[in-house]
């Protein structure tokens, strides 16, 4: 199950985030489940990649339609995480790999099914990323991509992530920023009689804070676009959710390709 391969090449920077953030932070299992289940149309697939496997949440959820899963992270921290998470479900068949998926060394059309959610738009050059999703997917085989969605906010949101990053990373200035969004979270939510998003791993608002604007790298897509740079690939692709993410996320659409034969 720990079958670790170091790829050549990592984006350091990448790495170190997710090595400090995510690992933290490992959802419920049962939600992530009813969302993949509502998701993924295939009840059965033979091989499938979790592009990106975080705490290995989603990799045990595939685990169970598919026969062999093979789980890609770039950070070891998140794979370690993901390993316990997996030996906790009693799983044995994940295994589990150190790689930068913009430099993936894995043979070409071996996966029936991909599952990216979250992921691709987190690396310095996205594209790279997702042509070796398709390049990595079986002709006839199923591409779910979960991406950030470009909406006029998305240039605000990139300046204030720049800025956080160039001139607010101390830990006492990160702290700063994390309580004033949470504050202004609060403020509004009061304001128009909402109950707060919390999230079903129950991150607090300023942890979600840390993930939106301290990242490395972000990437936004409209679903036209995204779609057109699937069928660029060969790729037939449809959106199968426009706005609504596993975690409450109202910034990510996921979509549905098919490779071609
Ligand atoms: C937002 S988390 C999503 C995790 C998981 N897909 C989920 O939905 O629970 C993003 C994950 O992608 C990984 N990641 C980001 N860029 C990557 C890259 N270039 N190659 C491999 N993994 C990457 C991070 O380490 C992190 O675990």
């Not at 690992?23 to 990106?52: C, N, S, W």
């Not at 950070?75 to 997996?86: M, Y």
């Not at 790999?97 to 310095?124: I, K, R, T």
């Amino acid at each position: 199950m720990a079958n670790t391969e170091k790829s050549v090449r990592i984006d350091y920077e990448t790495q170190q985030f997710y090595d400090e953030y995510w690992p933290k932070y490992v959802p419920y299992y049962q939600q992530t489940r009813e969302y993949m289940f509502r998701t993924i149309r295939e009840r059965h697939t033979h091989v499938a990649l979790d592009a990106g496997c975080g705490h290995g949440v989603c990799s045990v959820v595939l685990s169970e339609i598919a026969d062999h899963v093979t789980a890609v992270d770039i950070s070891q921290a998140c794979l370690t995480t993901a390993q316990e998470v997996a030996g906790r479900h009693a799983r044995n068949n994940i295994r589990f790999l150190n790689q930068d998926l913009q430099f993936l060394s894995l043979e070409d059309d071996q996966f029936d099914l991909v599952w990216c959610w979250g992921v691709a738009m987190m690396a310095p050059d996205p594209v790279k990323v997702i042509r070796n999703l398709v390049r990595v997917c079986k002709p006839n085989g199923v591409i779910y991509l979960g991406l950030y969605k470009k909406t006029w906010l998305s240039p605000i949101h990139e300046l204030v992530r720049h800025f956080c990053r160039r001139y607010m990373a101390t830990p006492h200035r990160k702290r700063f920023v994390m309580n004033f969004f949470a504050w202004l979270t609060v403020i509004a939510s009061r304001l128009k009689g909402n109950v707060i998003n919390l999230r079903p791993d129950n991150v607090s608002i300023q942890a979600q804070v840390e993930d939106w604007y301290y990242p490395p790298y972000k990437t936004f897509y409209s679903i036209k676009e995204a779609i057109a740079m699937l069928e660029m690939m060969g790729v037939r692709a449809e959106c199968v959710q426009e706005q609504v993410g596993r975690m409450k996320s109202a910034t990510i659409f996921v979509l549905r390709g098919v490779k071609s034969k």
